[in-house]
């Protein structure tokens, strides 16, 4: 059974810096591109990001590009967002999905349950 | 403003059958890109209902439909179960913003 454990969540202010984890289990990881997405409070589901599943084609939605990063350590099945440069409209319940494929994006899977972000000063 | 257009809510009696819109452009849906649809509770992860248009992942049952014509999508949604109340999403991808793609989302409310 396909497991996504996302962490590193919390409150921040303006202008600083968190990284997500997610771990991932049950699935062969490599061969699967990765995505996060996210949901503001009161909004609905937001694509962030996504890597391919060697890390070949990574893409960002405007919003976040040149402020997050993605990454992928395939030894530990894990997925990271260095999230930078944060601002209040940040704050949501960012979730680690599944894609169907290895170079996605396709559609997500499986999710996780997610990690909250609270950007506030 | 959501690329995919969606009703805001949505709500049947249990046992009734309902559909969820899911309105888009020649930029995605009517682009032959595939409409994927998820079902999302709250605290809960979202699930995937209904992929690549029409299909259904293993474990959801037949209750559960996807359709696809021109610039739009549906899902129905057939003899309605209270379980069923939840937000409701579609999801495609775009080619000219060169991303994934979601509706707003749909409140079902079981009456």
């Known amino acids: 059974e396909v497991h996504l454990v996302e962490s590193g969540g919390g409150l921040v202010e303006p202008g600083r810096s968190l990284r997500l984890s997610c771990a991932a289990s049950g699935f062969i990881f490599k061969d699967h591109a990765m995505h996060w997405v996210r949901q503001s409070p009161g909004k609905g589901l937001e694509w962030v990001s996504s890597?391919?599943?060697?890390?070949?084609?990574?893409d960002y939605a405007d919003s976040v590009k040149g402020r997050f990063t993605i990454s992928r350590d395939d030894a530990t099945n894990s997925l990271y967002l260095q999230m930078n440069s944060l601002r209040t409209d940040d704050t949501a319940l960012y979730y680690c999905?599944?894609?169907?494929?290895?170079?996605?994006?396709?559609?997500?899977?499986?999710w996780g349950r997610g990690t909250l972000v609270t950007v506030s000063s | 403003q959501s690329v995919l257009t969606q009703p805001p809510s949505v709500s049947g009696a249990p046992g009734q059958r309902v559909t969820i819109s899911c309105a888009g452009s020649?930029?995605?849906?009517?682009?032959?890109?595939?409409v994927h649809w998820y079902q999302h509770l709250p605290g809960a992860a979202p699930k995937l209902l209904i992929y690549?248009?029409?299909k259904r992942p293993s474990g959801i049952p037949d209750r559960f439909s996807g359709s696809k014509s021109g610039t739009s999508a549906s899902l129905a949604i057939t003899g309605l179960q209270p379980e069923d109340e939840a937000d409701y999403y579609c999801q495609s991808y775009d080619k000219i913003l060169t991303a994934p793609v979601f509706g707003a989302g749909t409140k079902l409310t079981v009456l």
């Open positions: 890597i391919s599943w060697n890390s070949g084609t990574i």
């Open positions: 690549d248009d029409t």
């Open positions: 020649n930029s995605n849906i009517g682009g032959r890109l595939e």
């Open positions: 999905a599944k894609d169907r494929a290895a170079a996605g994006p396709g559609y997500f899977d499986s």
